[in-house]
C-alpha cells in the first residue's frame, strides 16, 4: 500500500535511543515512500487535544545524539483513562478515547507509530481494536518487555550505571566504606544484574530475588575478614528483602500518573547495614540520569533498525503490532500477545549463574 501520511508519538518515561527512532521513520517515511510525517506532542496527550506538528527531515538533523525525545512525553496521558484535577482539587478520569479517534481521522493518518513501553503499547492496541491501524516500537531502559530481547534506550542505561560504579569502586576503596548504588527497575532487575556484573559489584540485588540481610551481612564479612572492608552493592529500586514489599514513596504528583513511584531501598539497606556492621555505609541513587544523555551506538543503531522497519510494515499493511529484535532480526510481533506482561529475570538463568559463579552475592 502508499503511504501518505503516517503520525509517531512518543508515550511514557523518555530513554535515550528515542530521537533515533523518530530520525529513521521520519527519513525513511519520506525517502522511500514520500509520505508526509506527523509528530504527536507529548504522548497520548498530544491525540487528545489535538497537538502536533509536520516533521521533515530538516527536523530530524543533528538529533541522533540528543537524549530525550525532540516530541515530548507524558506517563500521564493514558486517553481511556485521562487522571486530571478538578475544581475542587479532587483526581477524577475521563475518557477522551473518542474524541482522540476523531483527531486522529482529521489528521487522515495512514497510520500512528507509537513508541512507548508497556503502558504505551496497551493503549496503542486498544486504539486498534477500535479499527485505527496502529504500530508499536518498544523502548524502556528497564528491558522488561515481553516479544523482544532487548529494548533500546537499555544498553545505555546499563552503561551509565557501570560508569557510576566505576567511580564508587575508587572512591569506596579509599574509604573503606560499603557503596550501595540504587539503580532502575521496578520489576526487573535487568539493569542492576547487567550492571552489576559489569561494574564488579560484590551483592546485587534485584527485584526477582527477594533478598535476605544475613546473606548480604556473610559476604560483606567475608570480604573485610579476607582483607577489604570495600563493599560494593548494586540494588535495583524495586528489590524487597524477604516477607516485605517494595520501598515506595508517597510523593503526591505521582498520583496523576496512577502509578506508585518507587524509591528509597539503597537508604534503607544503608541503614540495615549502618546498624549491624561497623563500616561506614553510603548509598548514591542515580535515578534519572540513567534516562537521559547521549544513546550508546547499539542503541542508535536498534532505534533505527526498529523504526525503518515500522514504516514498511505499515507499507504492507501490518497493523496491531509492534516490531521487536529477535536474535539479531527484526521481526513482527501482534501487540496482542503482549498483555501487559512483565519480562523478569529468571532467577534460575545462565545470567544470573553468571553473577554467581564468579562469587556476586544475589542476596539468597
Ligand atoms: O519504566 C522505566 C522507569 O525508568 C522505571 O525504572 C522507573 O520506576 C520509572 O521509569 C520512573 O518513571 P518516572 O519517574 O518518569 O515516573
Given at each position: 500500500?502508499?503511504?501518505?501520511?503516517?503520525?509517531?508519538?512518543?508515550?511514557?518515561?523518555?530513554?535515550?535511543?528515542?530521537?533515533?527512532?523518530?530520525?529513521?521513520?521520519?527519513?525513511?517515511?519520506?525517502?522511500?515512500?514520500?509520505?508526509?510525517?506527523?509528530?504527536?506532542?507529548?504522548?497520548?496527550?498530544?491525540?487528545?487535544?489535538?497537538?502536533?506538528?509536520?516533521?521533515?527531515?530538516?527536523?530530524?538533523?543533528?538529533?541522533?545524539?540528543?537524549?530525550?525525545?525532540?516530541?515530548?512525553?507524558?506517563?500521564?496521558?493514558?486517553?481511556?483513562?485521562?487522571?486530571?484535577?478538578?475544581?475542587?482539587?479532587?483526581?477524577?478520569?475521563?475518557?477522551?478515547?473518542?474524541?482522540?479517534?476523531?483527531n486522529f481521522k482529521r489528521l487522515e493518518l495512514d497510520c500512528l507509530?507509537?513508541?512507548?513501553?508497556?503502558?504505551?503499547?496497551?493503549?496503542?492496541?486498544?486504539?486498534?481494536?477500535?479499527?485505527?491501524?496502529?504500530?508499536?516500537?518498544?523502548?524502556?531502559?528497564?528491558?522488561?518487555?515481553?516479544?523482544?530481547?532487548?529494548?533500546?534506550?537499555?544498553?545505555?542505561?546499563?552503561?551509565?550505571?557501570?560508569?557510576?560504579?566505576?567511580?564508587?569502586?575508587?572512591?569506596?576503596?579509599?574509604?573503606?566504606?560499603?557503596?550501595?548504588?540504587?539503580?532502575?527497575?521496578?520489576?526487573?532487575?535487568?539493569?542492576?544484574?547487567?550492571?552489576?556484573?559489569?561494574?564488579?559489584?560484590?551483592?546485587?540485588?534485584?527485584?526477582?530475588?527477594?533478598?535476605?540481610?544475613?546473606?548480604?551481612?556473610?559476604?560483606?564479612?567475608?570480604?573485610?575478614?579476607?582483607?577489604?572492608?570495600?563493599?560494593?552493592?548494586?540494588?535495583?529500586?524495586?528489590?524487597?528483602?524477604?516477607?516485605?514489599?517494595?520501598?515506595?514513596?508517597?510523593?503526591?504528583?505521582?498520583?496523576?500518573?496512577?502509578?506508585?513511584?518507587?524509591?528509597?531501598?539503597?537508604?534503607?539497606?544503608?541503614?540495615?547495614?549502618?546498624?549491624?556492621?561497623?563500616?561506614?555505609?553510603?548509598?548514591?541513587?542515580?535515578?534519572?540520569?540513567?534516562?537521559?544523555?547521549?544513546?550508546?551506538?547499539?542503541?542508535?543503531?536498534?532505534?533505527?533498525?526498529?523504526?525503518?522497519?515500522?514504516?514498511?510494515?505499515?507499507?504492507?499493511?501490518?497493523?496491531?503490532?509492534?516490531?521487536?529484535?529477535?536474535?539479531?532480526?527484526?521481526?513482527?510481533?501482534?501487540?496482542?500477545?503482549?498483555?501487559?506482561?512483565?519480562?523478569?529475570?529468571?532467577?534460575?538463568?545462565?545470567?544470573?549463574?553468571?553473577?554467581?559463579?564468579?562469587?556476586?552475592?544475589?542476596?539468597?
Amino acid at each position: 500500500m502508499s503511504l501518505k501520511r503516517i503520525g509517531i508519538l512518543t508515550g511514557g518515561g523518555d530513554c535515550s535511543g528515542l530521537n533515533a527512532v523518530i530520525r529513521a521513520v521520519t527519513r525513511s517515511a519520506i525517502i522511500k515512500y514520500e509520505a508526509e510525517v506527523i509528530g504527536i506532542e507529548e504522548g497520548f496527550e498530544g491525540l487528545i487535544f489535538d497537538r502536533h506538528r509536520k516533521l521533515t527531515i530538516a527536523d530530524t538533523k543533528d538529533i541522533l545524539p540528543l537524549g530525550g525525545t525532540i516530541l515530548g512525553t507524558t506517563n500521564k496521558g493514558d486517553p481511556f483513562e485521562y487522571r486530571e484535577f478538578d475544581k475542587e482539587g479532587s483526581l477524577t478520569t475521563k475518557d477522551y478515547s473518542q474524541q482522540s479517534i476523531e483527531n486522529f481521522k482529521r489528521l487522515e493518518l495512514d497510520c500512528l507509530f507509537v513508541v512507548g513501553g508497556d503502558g504505551t503499547l496497551q493503549i496503542g492496541y486498544r486504539f486498534f481494536q477500535k479499527g485505527l491501524p496502529m504500530i508499536g516500537i518498544p523502548k524502556t531502559i528497564d528491558n522488561d518487555l515481553v516479544g523482544t530481547d532487548y529494548t533500546f534506550g537499555y544498553q545505555t542505561a546499563v552503561q551509565v550505571a557501570c560508569d557510576a560504579l566505576d567511580r564508587l569502586q575508587t572512591t569506596g576503596e579509599s574509604h573503606h566504606r560499603i557503596m550501595i548504588l540504587e539503580v532502575m527497575g521496578r520489576e526487573a532487575g535487568w539493569i542492576g544484574l547487567e550492571a552489576g556484573i559489569s561494574g564488579g559489584a560484590h551483592v546485587i540485588l534485584i527485584p526477582e530475588i527477594p533478598y535476605d540481610l544475613e546473606k548480604v551481612l556473610e559476604k560483606i564479612h567475608l570480604r573485610k575478614e579476607g582483607g577489604s572492608p570495600f563493599s560494593l552493592i548494586v540494588v535495583a529500586e524495586g528489590a524487597k528483602e524477604v516477607g516485605k514489599e517494595a520501598i515506595t514513596s508517597e510523593a503526591a504528583s505521582t498520583r496523576l500518573q496512577g502509578v506508585v513511584q518507587l524509591g528509597g531501598v539503597g537508604n534503607y539497606i544503608a541503614n540495615q547495614l549502618s546498624d549491624r556492621i561497623n563500616l561506614e555505609v553510603r548509598c548514591t541513587v542515580l535515578g534519572h540520569t540513567q534516562r537521559g544523555g547521549t544513546p550508546l551506538a547499539f542503541d542508535r543503531v536498534l532505534g533505527t533498525r526498529l523504526g525503518t522497519r515500522a514504516v514498511e510494515a505499515a507499507a504492507e499493511g501490518e497493523f496491531g503490532i509492534m516490531v521487536a529484535l529477535k536474535a539479531q532480526e527484526i521481526v513482527l510481533v501482534p501487540l496482542e500477545s503482549l498483555a501487559g506482561i512483565v519480562r523478569q529475570v529468571p532467577v534460575n538463568s545462565q545470567l544470573v549463574g553468571t553473577a554467581e559463579s564468579i562469587g556476586i552475592c544475589l542476596g539468597r
